[in-house]
């Protein structure tokens, strides 16, 4: 399954024009607060009708203004999850479950016990909504909506009304979404954490247009689309397995580029995992450092470098087979004669790496 954007539409104030792909996967939309996202989601769910344009899932047309054909939001498969679980208070979990299931009707679709198990919810099936936690509450709104066998899945930043420690359960079963279902999902954030754990693709928006889009991987790691994604949130990510449990609390993993160090993941050993750098937890340089209480050093080639404006720039490295950004002064860059193809060393703090940045690949 695949969805297909392309509308315009004009309010009193604002105006949408955008296009996008949205392969299977995870396509994040991205962007700060009033670019435009939660607008998209809702004209592919059919909340709104552009005034021009076509969106296409997959053969199934769900609007076209030229042949004037707008398929109503009961007739569209979709499954819609907000930033509240929006449950019915009055029936219990599985009971939420099941109304989902009611929306399949007779389409085959993912059995209830996969879909228990998979969102870790057994335990809760007889409670109510009033006695769940919010993580809780999303966890059973994500189960509903695909209980009812839907062929795209929208979430409207589905996190934002949690703290982070609820944030840091809900992930794993959002990757666990990604990994085990075919079903393309478009997920509207403003949170360049979730975006990185979870986007295979991403769509950046500013003030109703799409300023870049593709693979995730490549958006984040590309200096260019620094501006956009926010300087301080820049970063990228390095991928692994691990290797083993130190006796210190220390995890090791295997990179391409090298062993790294982290603070304990609870992963069994084999299992392969991504981690986000942040540009501005990287130091570089030249030569290998020697006296640090770094843990981390990566031989790493300089591939790109973009000046800013004011005194920062922004490097792009390759460390084994992962991109890298680092964060560092104008002065810094002119002083290591940092160009594409210097050869230098990313030195990366052992404790700057939370354990929200630390996510599975599978």
């Given at each position: 399954?695949?969805l297909?954007?392309?509308f315009?539409?004009?309010f ?6 955008v296009a ?8 994040a ?7 435009g ?13 552009p ?6 899932l ?15 939001v ?11 679980g ?6 219990n979990?599985?009971?939420n479950?099941?109304y ?8 085959s679709g993912?059995?209830?016990d996969h ?31 695909l ?8 979430m409207d930043e589905?996190?934002?009304a949690l703290?982070e420690?609820r ?22 954030s ?14 950046l928006m500013?003030k ?9 991987a490549?958006?984040l790691s ?25 006796e ?13 160090y982290?603070p304990?993941?609870?992963?069994p ?16 340089s ?8 770094a ?33 560092i002064?104008?002065?810094s ?10 050869e ?7 404790v700057?790496?939370?354990?929200s ?6």
């Amino acid at each position: 399954m695949s969805l297909s954007v392309r509308f315009t539409h004009r309010f009193h104030d604002f105006s949408l024009d955008v296009a996008f792909e949205a392969p299977s996967g995870v396509t994040a939309l991205f962007g700060r607060s009033g670019s435009g996202k939660t607008t998209v989601v809702n004209a592919v769910a059919g909340l709104l009708k552009p005034a021009a344009g076509r969106v296409q899932l997959d053969e199934t047309l769900l609007f076209e203004s030229e042949r004037r054909l707008f398929v109503p939001v009961h007739q569209r498969r979709l499954g819609y999850v907000f930033q509240e679980g929006r449950l019915f208070p009055h029936l219990n979990v599985r009971q939420n479950l099941l109304y989902g299931r009611w929306f399949a009707r007779n389409r085959s679709g993912v059995a209830l016990d996969h879909v228990v198990e998979m969102l870790g919810i057994g335990d809760l099936l007889a409670r109510q909504p009033g006695r769940l936690s919010g993580g809780e509450k999303q966890r059973v709104a994500i189960g509903r909506a695909l209980l009812a066998n839907p062929q795209l899945l929208l979430m409207d930043e589905p996190l934002a009304a949690l703290d982070e420690d609820r944030k840091g359960e809900i992930l794993p079963y959002l990757e666990r979404l990604r990994e085990e279902t075919e079903i393309p999902i478009l997920y509207v954030s403003h949170s360049m954490a979730e975006v990185a754990r979870l986007a295979t693709t991403l769509v950046l928006m500013e003030k109703g247009r799409v300023v870049r889009a593709g693979p995730a991987a490549d958006m984040l790691s590309d200096p260019e689309n620094v501006p956009a994604l926010g300087v301080r949130s820049a970063g990228a990510s390095l991928h692994g397995i691990v290797a083993a449990q130190e006796e210190d609390g220390l995890t090791r993993l295997e990179a391409s580029a090298g062993p790294l160090y982290l603070p304990r993941v609870d992963a069994p050993l084999g299992t392969r995992i991504s981690i986000r750098i942040l540009a501005h937890d990287v130091i570089l340089s030249r030569s290998r450092p020697e006296g640090l209480s770094a843990l981390n050093v990566l031989p790493a080639t300089v591939t790109a470098v973009r000046l800013g404006d004011g005194p920062g720039a922004i490097i792009q490295l390759r460390a084994g087979d992962d991109l890298l950004l680092a964060r560092i002064t104008r002065r810094s860059a002119h002083a290591l004669a940092l160009e594409p193809g210097a050869e230098c060393f990313a030195i990366l703090k052992t404790v700057a790496v939370a354990q929200s940045a630390v996510g599975g690949l599978g």
